[in-house]
């Protein structure tokens, strides 16, 4: 039997774990290598100098780029929780669980750098002696090491309401791969000008941007391995993203 080209079934398109896997190391080495090239001092020093960050009160880096951003963010999060329940638009498309998965994805990513960002004793640019501050350059890598400033800059909250977003690409791709990819885009964008706004005040680096994007990035795609996991149990479905055990091989082949 032909299927349905109209049918959830066949608008479905499994991801492959190594693909993804491919990706979130291919992306960590390319920051780790900023880290290892050491080149977040040289790129702030673009912006900042001893005397500070000329344009650390910008009005519209501030009160656009900063605190208007992040409301918008939020009201954003608020809609997409009422498609939970009330889907419109592309939220249609997809099944409850994963409307659910979707709003998880983005609070997880959101909590797992506000925690990180909690225990960081990394200090901001701008608490740098060399731009205007009292501390020290300490390595956000240095782990328990003061650098004589306030920390809990390590990573980018900022950025996050941006980056936190790239949880709905792994909710989306299977039932609309097209809307994903644009979402996907958008998400990074938007949390990579979120980050450039704050590194041209001096309130981060741009290795704290790049580290919160794919964080983001891990995040969730492991809410995505957990949700497509659990709808295995429940319901059996096959777009599983993890590596299909010989007994989910053959429901599917049945």
Not at 16 to 22: E, G
Not at 163 to 179: Q, S, T
């Amino acid at each position: 039997m032909v299927p349905d080209m109209h049918s959830p079934a066949a608008t479905v398109h499994p991801p492959r774990f190594i693909h993804d896997l491919a990706w979130t190391l291919l992306a960590m080495a390319l920051v780790i290598a900023w880290d290892a090239l050491a080149l977040d001092r040289s790129f702030a020093h673009w912006f900042g100098d001893a005397t500070g960050f000329a344009l650390r009160s910008d009005w519209f880096l501030v009160n656009i780029a900063h605190e208007g951003a992040r409301r918008a963010a939020w009201l954003v999060v608020l809609v997409l929780t009422l498609c939970v329940w009330k889907p419109f638009g592309v939220m249609r498309q997809l099944p409850h669980a994963r409307r659910v998965q979707l709003v998880v994805g983005i609070l997880v990513s959101l909590a797992v750098i506000s925690t990180l960002k909690y225990f960081s004793t990394t200090s901001c640019p701008w608490d740098l002696a060399e731009f205007g501050g009292v501390a020290r350059y300490v390595s956000h890598w240095s782990l328990g090491l003061a650098d004589g400033g306030p920390g809990h800059c390590f990573p980018a909250g900022h950025a996050s309401t941006g980056f936190a977003f790239v949880a709905g690409y792994f909710a989306l791709r299977r039932h609309a791969p097209r809307a994903a990819r644009l979402w996907l885009a958008c998400a990074l964008v938007v949390g990579l000008l979120m980050g450039l706004a704050q590194q041209m005040r001096g309130a981060h680096f741009m290795s704290h941007t790049l580290w919160t994007g794919w964080l983001c990035w891990a995040t969730g795609w492991v809410c995505d391995l957990v949700a497509t996991r659990l709808s295995w149990r429940s319901e059996g479905t096959g777009d599983s993203h993890w590596p299909a055990t010989p007994e989910q091989a053959s429901q599917t082949v049945s």
